[in-house]
């Protein structure tokens, strides 16, 4: 019997987008739960976003620096992560450089998210109906006692992590 070939119509709903919030929220839960639990075992997160999207606060130095978008890595050395399933957003202070910075997020700036613990990764598209923004004053910086596990926060690609075939050798 051969297959039928009536093309399937354009959906009237938009799947796609549905689709894309739901995975985004899958982030976010993973952020708010090491916000209340801390991350477990070997876990740790590697954040994309993209810097110019609207919402998007932190430093203008961070900003030149990273004029279109930044990864972020939530292992040992953050602070006060803070998620608002509300409205949408994290926050979370880092240190680059040993200059602490609060980074304010929002979950619609999120063009990547991975766990290498467990192999897990997601890729979002950024609308394309949303203007870039230009960037937000920077707010004042606050006087924060040093991490724990002191030293600089590192931005890294992913490129860097993923697992790669075994030499035959």
Known sequence: MAEDDTPIPDSLLPYDV?????LRFVALRALQHAEREGLPGGHHFYVTFDTRHPGVTMPD???AQYPEDMTIVLQHQYRDLRVD???????VKLSFGG????LDIPLAALTGFADPEVRFGLQFNLATDEPIAEPEPEAAPEPAPP?????????VSLDAFRRRPPNKE
């Open 85 to 91: 399933m509300a409205a949408q957003r994290f926050s």
């Open 18 to 22: 549905w689709t894309e919030e739901a």
């Open 99 to 102: 200059v602490p910075a609060t």
């Open 61 to 63: 130095r961070l900003r």
């Open 147 to 155: 991490p724990v596990d002191a030293g600089p926060a590192e931005v």
